[in-house]
């Protein structure tokens, strides 16, 4: 072998094991990642987690206690002042001490003891009648009228469905279940057909709120977008959110970038910075910080990038000023904290600056970045979104509000795996988008879809599909 050829071949050993410590670096980063530092669901931790998980929570250690509060008022179950049932105990006839006859002694006092508890569910038969009458004069048969939500000869009223409705769309029991529930609390075996029937009668009805929500949060001044996968016929659909402190409205869509019903949307809108979301025209944008926050502690813990504890450190401060000045965090403090932000970026940028390039993947195209370097491009181009919610009240540190409002409909799909088809996939995204808004505004749920059933929803309309 000439030196030519050594050389050669040494320089091409060299990049092909630059190339596989790249490789292996990326490979351990990936393993570290969990729920703690990156955007993984709990569930994927596994069921032998680590023992540090515990210990490297974001939430920074709290002075207080853990536990109740001196001067928290609780929640104990206290007596009431008129109880629906007496029951008496009589007093032995003779004393227990010395046998004397106590049976002619007046009590001096009453010992009080109440069981707080509910009364046998049962099925309660109500039987409606007209009466027919024959007219002398035409010979014609004239009836009364039956209540319109009385249709058939015997049927399910409006009560016994919407406790069908609420425990399948806001407690999520799939419908064999809930059909043998029903028949163990109260003797009636209502089937799945009729609980499905029952969920497409109720979409029907609630439709004008669902328009109305959907117009609301589209307007409303900060609204929170999300998605995430829905199995559907089993196939991967999406399931969108928008939504605020007292409205939610959710939308399936066949493709996770349909997102053209929200062309119209105004305001400020939070996520997490899927890229699609920027192509929203007339809208401002605010970054998912919480998101930021996993990130950092991922590029702490295993990249080991000395930048990145310092940025963690920097949003948390932001944060609690954001708290400590609920009506906007003072100007010359924004402007110290922006100082401060550009610093640590530069820091950031100065210490990616000086790491050897990683190897590039042909012969075209920019060199590929680290981890670390794009986030702090991220930070850099988008620094008024991840900002904003210093110069702006109203805007929330992170995109909470939407994932909450998500994890009820991923809970869904863990008990009953997905949707057979679209259109009661739709359905249930409207009801479910009915209940959210209901309970946002504080009302009881059972009584609001017993109400719709029976076609009353026009005072949900007219009072609670504002922000």
């Known amino acids: ?14 990049q092909e094991n630059q190339a596989l410590r790249e490789r292996i670096a990326e490979l351990e980063r990936r393993l570290g990642l969990d729920s703690q530092t990156s955007s993984k669901p709990p569930s994927s931790d596994g069921l032998k987690k680590k023992d540090k998980i515990r210990t490297r929570s974001l939430r920074e250690k709290g002075k207080r206690p853990s536990g109740g509060q001196i001067g928290h008022p609780g929640q104990t179950l206290e007596q009431v002042t008129r109880p629906d049932k007496i029951v008496e105990h009589p007093t032995p006839c003779k004393c227990s001490a010395c046998g004397c006859d106590i049976s002619v002694v007046e009590a001096g006092k009453i010992i009080k003891r109440q069981v707080f508890d509910i009364p046998d569910p049962q099925i309660i038969v109500t039987e409606h009648q007209v009466e027919v009458k024959e007219c002398p004069g035409c010979k014609a048969h004239i009836q009364g009228n039956f209540p319109e939500s009385v249709k058939a000869p015997v049927q399910y009223g409006a009560r ?50 669902v328009i109305e929500i959907a117009q609301a949060v589209k307007t409303a001044s900060v609204k929170h977008l999300d998605e995430t996968g829905f199995r559907i016929g089993g196939k991967t659909n999406w399931l969108h959110v928008v939504s605020t402190e007292s409205l939610t409205w959710y939308r399936v869509a066949p493709q996770r970038k349909d997102i053209e019903v929200l062309a119209d949307i105004k305001g400020v809108v939070v996520h997490d910075h899927w890229n699609p979301y920027y192509q929203l025209d007339a809208v401002n944008h605010a970054l998912c910080n919480a998101h930021h926050l996993r990130e950092l502690k991922a590029l702490e813990e295993i990249e080991q990038e000395p930048w990145a504890k310092a940025m963690k450190r920097f949003l948390l401060l ?15 403090i924004v402007a110290r904290l922006n100082q401060l932000y550009e610093q640590i970026l530069q820091r950031g940028l100065d210490y990616h600056e000086f790491q050897p390039p990683l190897t590039r993947k042909g012969n075209r195209g920019r060199l590929k970045r680290r981890t670390g370097h794009n ?15 210093l110069t702006e009240p109203d805007v929330p540190f992170t995109n909470n509000q939407a994932e909450r409002d998500l994890r009820m409909m991923k809970c869904k799909q863990k008990i009953s795996g997905g949707f057979r088809s679209f259109d009661f996939a739709v359905s249930f995204a409207n009801i479910r988008s009915f209940l959210s808004t209901a309970s946002k505004h504080g009302l009881n749920l059972l009584e609001v879809i017993t109400d719709a059933l029976q076609g009353n929803v026009s005072v949900f309309i007219s009072s609670n599909t504002t922000t």
């Open 1 to 14: 072998m000439s030196p030519e050829e050594k050389d050669q071949k040494i320089e091409r050993l060299e």
């Open 375 to 389: 986030l702090l491009l991220r930070f850099q181009n988008f620094r008024n979104d991840v900002l904003r919610f």
């Open 318 to 332: 932001a944060c609690n000023y954001q708290h400590r000045y609920p009506k906007g965090v003072p100007k010359n």
């Open 160 to 209: 016994i469905r919407g406790v069908a409705a609420y425990l399948h769309h806001q407690h999520f029991i799939p419908e064999d279940r809930l059909s043998e529930a029903l028949f163990d609390l109260f003797g009636c075996r209502i089937t799945p057909g009729t609980i499905a029937n029952t969920t497409l009668a109720l979409a029907q009805i609630i439709e004008p709120v």
